[in-house]
RNA sequence: GGGCGCAUAGCUCAGCUGGUUUAGAGCACCUGCCUUACAAGCAGGGGGUCGGCGGUUCGAAUCCGUCUGCGCCCACCA
C-alpha cells in the first residue's frame, strides 16, 4: 500500500475511533471467557478532562487493551460521578452570575437548573476521553445520579438503617460557611495558618457580678467568641490555680458571669494554663461541656457571622469581629498582650473556607465494623495495593476511622429517604408510599401531607461507593441477599483499580466496605496508585499557575498515541509525575520511528528466486530470540505493574534493536531486492512488534497492521493474540551482543582516526569468535577481511570480553598515542586483578561466599589476566 | 505532634533475595554526518566518592543505627 511519507496522527485517529465504535470493538458481554474488568474511576459529570484524567485514562487503558489482546473479555465501563458540592457550587456560581440567588429558588426550581447545567455540560469530559483513544464500553455509560444507581443508594441507605448503623443525632460537623453544609473529616484539609495568640483578662467576680482587682489570663486564637464561652477551665492538678476553686470570672465587655471549673483535658503548660471553654464552637470545648454540664451557646450563623447571642457585633464576619473585638478589648483594658502564633487551621477541601466546628443534627453512619473488614481484606492480600507503602497509609485510617457524616445540607444529589412525623417520630422508606404505610402503622390518621422528608441529600462517596456493584446491577447494593445479576455475576470483581492515592479514603476504602456487605466479596483484586501530576519543577498543576497543558491541544499537535507515551515515560506507580512536554515529543518521534521503518520494509521488493544471504539468516535467528526474550520481559514488567519499564523494554526493542541492527542488516542494497524468507521473516516481526506495542499506542499500531494486509471488516489489531514468547537461544543472543560491541568499537576507530564509515578496514581478531556471525561482523563494521591472528605492522587495539580486536591503519596510528591509551587500560586492568585477587586471597571470602561466587571471581582473574596479557603484547609490538 | 516514604548522572528514574569484570536506562549534553525509511534522524562520545557519618559482613547503592534535606498521610494544644 501507498503510504504517505509522514504520520498524521489526526486523521488517523478519527478514522479509527470512528472504525472501533462503529464495529462496537469495545463492547463486551458475559460469555465463557474469563472476564477482565475495570470500573472507570468516574470523573465529575461537568469536569473537563486534564493532566491527571489522561494519566489515569491511558493506564487503564494500556490494562484493557493487553487484557483483550491476552483473550480475556475485556470490559471497561465509563461513567461520571454527580459530584454533589462541586457540581451544586458550579450551579451556584452560574445563576448568581445571572442575577439569580439560590435562596430565592425552591428545591423543584433549583434542580431543574441543575440538570439542565448537567445535560448541557455533563459527558463532555467522556467525549474527550474518546480522543485518548479509551476504550470503554459506551454502551455501558453510567450516572452516579441517574434513576437506577439512585435508587441503589436509597436502598443502601435503608439497609443501613434497619441494621442500626446509620443513625441521626446532634453532633460536632465540619461546617463550610461557604458551601452552607456540612462535609465529613476527609473533606477538611489541615494547613499551618498565622494568626494571632490573644491573651486576656478575665476578672474574678465578686460573686454579685462585679468585677474584683484579681484577674485569671486566658490565650486564644479566637477571640470573637467569648461571648459564647461557658466557663473558665483548668486542671486540677495545676497549684496555680487552686485559688480560684467556686469562683466565677465575668466574661469581658458583655460581663457575664462564667464558672471556673477543672479538667484534666487542659494543658498546663500550653498558654496560661487557662482555657475558654466555648461548647459551641469547638469540638473539645464541646466535650468538656458535656462532662460538666455546661450551657451551650451558639453565637455563629451558617455564614460564619455573628448572630444576636453574641449581643455585640451582631451580623459581623467571624474574621472582621476578630479584628474588630481586638481593639474592643484593647480599649476596655482587658488585652495584655499579642503574639504571633502558627497554628493547624481546617479548610474544606471544595471551596477553602475555614471550617466552622458547628453543633448540627446531621446523619452518621457506623463504621467500626465495616471498617474492620475493609481492613481485613488487604491485610490478608485479598486485595493488593501498588505501590505496597499504601497498605500503612490505609491500616492507619482504618483503625483510627469516625462515623462517617453522611448527610449534606445540598439540593443536588440523592434526597435522604427520612420522613418525619408530626410528632417527632421518623421513618425510613426506599418509597414516600412506604414511609406513609410505616407511618401509619404508628399512627392510622396519618396522611402524606403529614409527612415532611428529610431536606438533606447524602454524601457523593455515599453513592460512589457502591459504582463497581451498580454499574452491574443495580438491584444489588442495599439488598445484600439479592440474586445477583448475569453482568454482576460475570463481571464482579473487578480486576484492577487505577487512581490516586487522594481518594483512597473517599472512595477505595468505602468500595471495600460496600463490596464486603454487598457482594461478600472484595470490589476489586489491584489497586495501582498514581501520582499526582505536576509541571517539571515539581509544581502541582493549577489554573492559577497557568502551567497545566489543556490535554485536547496536546492530543492536536502531537496525536494521542504520543501524549500517552509522554505520560507512561515518566510514571512509576505511587510517584508524582513530572510531566514535560519534551516526553511527549518524544512520543512523536516514537511514531515517526515506527512509521518510518514501515515505509522502508514496505517498500522492498521481493526476488522469488533469491537465496537468503548469511547476514540476513543470522539477523533473523538473533532478532527471533531477542524477540522472544523481550516478550518475557514485558510480561513480568507488566505483570508487576510496571507500565513505564515495559513500554521502555518495548521503545528500546523496536529502535534500538529492530531498526538500528536489525532492519539495517537485512535491508538490501539500493535498487536490490530481498529474499522471500527475510521478508517474510521481517514482516512477522514487524507484526508482532505492532502488537506487542497497541496496548500503548493503539492507533498508530492499527493503522499499520490494518496496511498490512487484506483485512475484514471489524477485524482489528486490538483482537490479535499478545505474541508469545519461544525458547531463548542465550549463548547466540551473548556472542551477538560481543559482535556488536566489536561493531561499536570499530565505528569509534573510524570517529577517532575521522575516517568514513564507507571505507572498508581489515580486523584483526585473538580470542574465540562464533563463526557463524563473521558476515554479520563484516557488513556491520564494513571490513574487507578479518584475519584471526595478531596485526602485522601498526594497529589500534581494544578489548571486547576476552577477545582482542585491532584495526590495522597504515599511516594512521600515532605509536605515543596509542601507547598511552594501551598503558592506561593496563594500569585499570592491574587494579582491577588487584582487587580480585584482594578477594581470592582473603580466606574468610573463599570459605564463606558460595561456591558461585568464588567461581565467579576465579573467572574474573583469568580473564583479567587474559586482557593484561594481551594488552602486554600489543604494547611490545608499538 | 504521630506515622509512612524518598534521597543513585544535568533532569526523570531502574537497580527485585547483599556478590554479573569498570553501577544502568531514557531524555538532555558534546563531536562528526543532509548515507537512497526517518535531521522528529544516523554514527560516535563524555558524565556518578549511589545525601553525611557510624555499624553488621569475606563483601554494602542494597541490611541496621544516626544525622541532614525533601515529600506524603493522619492529628481541632486552646
New binding site residues.
Given amino acids: 500500500m501507498e503510504q504517505k ?3 498524521n496522527p489526526s486523521e488517523v485517529e478519527q478514522k479509527w475511533y470512528a472504525y472501533w465504535l462503529k464495529n462496537k470493538c469495545f463492547h463486551s458481554e458475559p460469555d465463557n471467557r474469563e472476564p477482565y474488568t475495570i470500573v472507570i474511576p468516574p470523573p465529575n459529570v461537568t469536569g473537563i478532562l486534564h493532566m491527571g484524567h489522561v494519566l489515569n485514562n491511558t493506564l487503564n487503558d494500556v490494562l484493557i487493551r493487553k487484557a483483550r489482546m491476552e483473550g480475556k473479555n475485556a470490559c471497561w465501563v465509563p461513567g461520571t460521578d454527580h459530584a454533589s458540592i462541586a457540581t451544586e457550587n458550579k450551579v451556584v456560581a452560574k445563576l448568581a452570575a445571572q442575577g439569580i440567588r439560590k435562596e430565592d429558588l425552591t428545591r423543584e426550581e433549583f434542580l431543574k437548573h441543575a440538570w439542565a447545567w448537567k445535560e448541557e455540560h455533563g459527558g463532555i469530559i467522556l467525549e474527550q476521553l474518546r480522543k485518548l483513544g479509551a476504550s470503554c464500553d459506551w454502551d455501558r455509560t453510567r450516572f452516579t445520579m441517574e434513576p437506577e444507581l439512585s435508587k441503589a443508594v436509597i436502598a443502601t441507605f435503608c439497609h443501613f438503617y434497619r441494621k442500626g448503623w446509620i443513625y441521626r443525632g446532634v453532633r ?1 460537623v ?1 461546617w463550610d460557611p461557604v458551601a452552607l453544609t456540612a462535609i465529613s ?2 473533606e ?5 495558618t498565622r494568626s494571632h ?1 490573644y491573651h486576656l483578662k478575665y476578672y474574678i467576680s465578686d460573686g454579685k457580678g462585679n468585677p474584683t482587682d484579681q484577674y485569671l489570663v ?5 477571640p470573637e467568641t467569648i461571648m459564647a464561652d461557658a466557663a473558665i ?3 486540677p492538678a495545676d497549684e496555680r490555680y487552686h485559688c480560684l476553686r467556686g469562683k466565677k470570672v465575668l466574661i469581658p465587655l458583655i460581663n457575664r458571669e462564667i464558672p471556673v471549673i477543672e479538667d484534666d ?12 471553654v ?1 461548647p459551641a464552637h ?6 468538656i461541656g458535656l462532662r460538666h454540664n455546661l450551657p451551650v451557646l451558639d453565637i455563629i450563623d451558617d455564614r460564619g457571622r455573628l448572630n444576636a447571642d453574641a449581643q455585640i457585633l451582631v451580623g459581623e464576619d467571624r474574621f472582621d469581629a476578630r479584628k474588630k473585638i481586638a481593639k474592643m478589648l484593647e480599649d476596655a483594658g482587658n488585652l495584655l498582650k499579642v503574639e504571633e ?1 502558627t ?4 479548610y474544606s477541601e471544595r471551596t477553602d473556607a475555614v471550617i466552622e ?1 458547628k453543633l448540627s443534627a446531621q446523619w452518621f453512619l457506623k463504621m467500626d465494623d465495616l471498617a474492620a473488614r475493609a481492613l481485613e481484606a488487604v491485610e490478608s492480600g485479598r486485595i493488593h495495593f501498588i ?1 505496597d ?2 497498605r ?2 490505609y491500616r ?2 482504618m483503625e ?1 476511622v ?1 462515623d462517617w457524616c453522611i448527610s449534606r445540607q445540598l439540593w443536588w444529589g440523592q434526597r435522604i429517604p427520612a420522613w418525619y412525623l408530626p410528632d417527632g417520630g421518623v421513618v425510613v422508606a426506599e418509597t414516600a408510599e412506604e414511609a406513609l404505610a410505616q407511618a401509619q402503622q404508628q399512627n392510622p390518621s396519618l396522611k402524606a401531607e403529614d409527612l415532611h422528608q428529610d431536606e438533606d441529600v447524602l454524601d457523593t462517596w455515599f453513592s460512589s461507593w457502591l459504582w463497581p456493584i451498580s454499574v452491574f446491577d443495580p438491584e444489588q447494593p442495599g439488598h445484600p441477599e439479592h440474586k445477583a445479576g448475569a453482568d454482576l455475576s460475570y463481571y464482579y470483581p473487578t480486576s484492577d483499580l487505577v487512581t490516586g ?2 481518594i ?2 473517599f472512595w477505595v476504602a468505602r468500595m471495600i466496605m460496600a463490596g464486603d456487605e454487598f457482594m461478600h466479596d472484595v470490589p476489586f483484586r489491584n489497586v495501582y496508585f498514581t ?2 501530576v505536576r509541571d ?1 519543577l ?1 509544581r ?1 498543576m493549577s489554573k492559577t499557575l497557568g502551567n497545566s497543558p489543556n490535554p485536547l491541544d496536546l492530543i492536536e499537535k ?1 496525536g494521542a498515541d ?1 501524549v500517552r507515551i509522554g505520560m507512561l ?2 510514571s ?7 510531566y ?1 512536554e ?2 511527549v ?2 512520543g ?6 515506527i ?7 514496505s ?1 522492498w521488493n521481493v526476488d522469488e528466486k533469491a537465496e537468503q544471504g548469511e547476514v540476513s539468516r543470522a539477523a533473523v535467528k538473533w532478532f527471533d530470540n531477542l524477540l522472544s526474550r523481550s516478550i518475557g520481559t514485558v510480561a ?1 514488567h507488566y505483570a ?1 505493574f ?1 507500565i ?2 515495559a513500554l ?1 523494554t518495548i ?2 526493542l523496536f ?2 534493536d ?4 536489525y ?2 542488516l537485512v ?1 538490501p ?3 536490490a531486492a530481498i529474499d522471500r524468507a527475510t521478508f517474510d521473516a521481517t514482516v512477522d516481526f514487524f507484526s508482532k512488534l505492532l502488537k506487542l506495542i497497541h496496548p500503548v499506542m493503539p492507533f498508530i499500531t492499527e493503522e499499520l497492521w490494518q496496511g498490512m494486509e487484506e483485512r475484514r471488516d471489524g477485524e482489528s489489531i486490538m483482537f490479535e493474540r499478545t505474541p508469545v514468547a519461544g525458547p531463548v537461544d542465550e549463548p547466540y543472543l551473548s556472542a551477538f551482543d560481543d559482535l ?1 560491541a566489536l ?3 570499530v ?2 576507530v ?3 582516526k ?1 575516517l568514513s ?2 571505507e572498508e578496514l581489515a580486523l584483526n581478531i585473538e580470542g574465540a569468535f562464533r563463526e557463524e556471525l563473521l558476515p554479520v561482523l563484516m557488513r556491520a563494521a564494513n571490513l574487507s577481511s578479518v584475519e584471526f591472528a595478531a596485526p602485522e605492522g601498526p594497529a589500534v587495539s581494544f ?1 571486547v ?2 577477545v582482542k580486536a585491532s584495526v590495522k591503519l597504515e599511516g594512521l596510528v600515532d605509536a605515543g598515542e596509542e601507547r598511552k591509551k594501551l598503558e592506561a ?1 593496563l594500569e ?2 592491574r ?2 586483578l588487584a ?2 585477587r584482594a ?1 581470592l586471597s ?5 570459605s ?3 561456591a ?3 567461581e ?2 576465579r ?2 582473574e583469568a ?2 589476566l587474559a ?1 593484561i596479557a594481551a594488552l602486554e603484547a600489543s604494547l611490545s609490538k608499538l
Fill in positions: 511519507s509522514k504520520y460536632m465540619n473529616d476527609d477538611v484539609i489541615h494547613r499551618d495568640f486566658i490565650a486564644t486564637t479566637r477551665c483548668v486542671n483535658y487542659v494543658e498546663m503548660d500550653f498558654g496560661t494554663g487557662c482555657l475558654k466555648t469547638d469540638a473539645h470545648d464541646y466535650e502564633y497554628s493547624p487551621v481546617g466546628p505501590p507503602k499504601y500503612n497509609v492507619h485510617w483510627n469516625r492515592p487522594d483512597i479514603f501520582g499526582i517539571k515539581g502541582k502531537y504520543a515515560l515518566c512509576s506507580a505511587g510517584n508524582d509525575i513530572l514535560d519534551a516526553q515529543e518524544q512523536r518521534n516514537f511514531c515517526g520511528k512509521w518510518n521503518a514501515w515505509r522502508l520494509v517498500g513480568d508487576k510496571r513505564s519499564d521502555m521503545y528500546k529502535w534500538d529492530f531498526c538500528s541492527w532492519l539495517e535491508k542494497g539500493y535498487g556488536r561493531v561499536v568499537n565505528r569509534g573510524r570517529a577517532q575521522g564509515p564507507k578489548i570480553g576476552t587500560d585499570h586492568q587494579r582491577f582487587g580480585v578477594k582473603n580466606e574468610k571470602f573463599v564463606g561466599a558460595p558461585a561466587v568464588v565467579g571471581e573467572k574474573k580473564d583479567a586482557r
